[in-house]
């Protein structure tokens, strides 16, 4: 559904066991566009390994991607509620829908790789006790019922995705107001502050700020950083302003920001 969303509903979507294996795909496959890589949730937050992923990998973003959420409850065609006796999903998507499993104690919850993949195991095995938790296309997809709309809890629930490319498929984005940067300061007394300072006078928005222990260190750190801004003049401005905070600044990005699309 992301990549659908950046690149247009015909795009070939080719699927990954991991995010490992996507990013590495993308980069090494001449004949792939991209990837599309889930980076946080707004129930779940930040994917840690994903940002260390982006860190290692050669690829850049070149966009992202908002999806608002649904989790329905979904079983063969001819099930009914009564007959469920099992409740297959990402652990992610289970405890998404917990109040509403809760109600249901006597379901016994089965932790799978994937929601689609879930309903996928539901249609093929022809489940006649077991449902899976998943979205609309997946109940689409494998002609599966929905018993049970929008089970989960939260209902603002939405997942952020980058698109990364190499570097020689991306374009200018004259429009773009967003940047990803991973940076590390001069561990000097306040240097992070100085660098924060210095983004919030350049009339900078720091919409994300996290941090990740350096390997092999003493309690070094580096961060990552989005910033959102109204004129490119303004975040160039900046990052040209904190480099000589920095021991190292890596721009991973210039992009559109997802939210408005």
Same mark, same amino acid.
């Given at each position: 559904?992301?990549?659908?969303?950046?690149?247009?509903?015909? /795009?070939?979507?080719?699927?990954?066991?991991?995010?490992?294996?996507?990013?590495?795909?993308?980069?090494?496959?001449? =004949?792939?566009?991209?990837?599309?890589?889930?980076?946080?949730?707004?129930?779940?937050?930040?994917?840690?390994?994903?940002?260390?992923?982006?860190?290692?990998?050669?690829?850049?973003?070149?966009?992202? /991607?908002?999806?608002?959420?649904?989790?329905?409850?979904?079983?063969?065609?001819?099930?009914?509620?009564? =007959?469920?006796?099992?409740?297959?999903?990402?652990?992610?998507?289970?405890?998404?829908?917990?109040?509403?499993?809760?109600?249901?104690?006597?379901?016994?919850?089965?932790?799978?790789?994937?929601?689609?993949?879930?309903?996928?195991?539901?249609?093929?095995?022809?489940?006649?006790?077991?449902?899976?938790?998943?979205?609309?296309?997946?109940?689409?997809?494998?002609?599966?019922?929905?018993?049970?709309?929008?089970?989960?809890?939260?209902?603002?629930?939405?997942?952020?995705?980058?698109?990364?490319?190499?570097?020689?498929?991306?374009?200018?984005?004259?429009?773009?107001?967003?940047?990803?940067?991973?940076?590390?300061?001069?561990?000097?007394?306040?240097?992070?502050?100085?660098?924060?300072?210095?983004?919030?006078?350049?009339?900078?928005?720091?919409?994300?700020?996290?941090?990740?222990? $350096?390997?092999?260190?003493?309690?070094?750190?580096?961060?990552?950083?989005?910033?959102?801004?109204?004129?490119?003049?303004?975040?160039?401005?900046?990052?040209?302003? $904190?480099?000589?905070?920095?021991?190292?600044?890596?721009?991973?990005?210039?992009?559109?920001?997802?939210?408005?699309?």
């Amino acid at each position: 559904m992301a990549a659908g969303k950046f690149f247009g509903k015909s /795009v070939e979507v080719i699927p990954c066991a991991t995010f490992g294996e996507s990013v590495k795909f993308a980069y090494i496959k001449t =004949d792939c566009t991209g990837a599309v890589m889930a980076i946080e949730n707004s129930i779940g937050g930040s994917i840690l390994p994903n940002y260390n992923l982006l860190k290692k990998s050669n690829l850049k973003i070149s966009g992202e /991607v908002y999806l608002h959420i649904t989790q329905h409850l979904l079983a063969n065609p001819g099930v009914k509620l009564g =007959d469920i006796r099992e409740v297959h999903s990402h652990p992610m998507a289970i405890l998404q829908c917990i109040d509403y499993l809760e109600k249901n104690s006597q379901w016994k919850l089965v932790e799978t790789e994937d929601t689609a993949l879930s309903a996928k195991h539901i249609h093929q095995h022809r489940h006649r006790h077991a449902a899976a938790i998943a979205g609309k296309p997946a109940a689409d997809l494998y002609n599966l019922k929905i018993l049970k709309h929008n089970i989960h809890t939260i209902k603002n629930n939405y997942t952020r995705f980058l698109v990364l490319q190499r570097q020689e498929l991306i374009s200018e984005t004259p429009d773009a107001n967003k940047a990803s940067v991973n940076f590390q300061t001069d561990h000097t007394k306040g240097s992070l502050a100085r660098v924060l300072t210095e983004i919030a006078d350049g009339d900078i928005n720091l919409s994300k700020l996290q941090s990740f222990p $350096i390997p092999g260190s003493n309690w070094k750190y580096n961060f990552h950083a989005d910033m959102e801004f109204d004129s490119l003049r303004k975040f160039h401005y900046v990052i040209e302003n $904190i480099r000589s905070l920095m021991a190292q600044l890596t721009i991973y990005g210039i992009y559109k920001n997802g939210k408005n699309n």
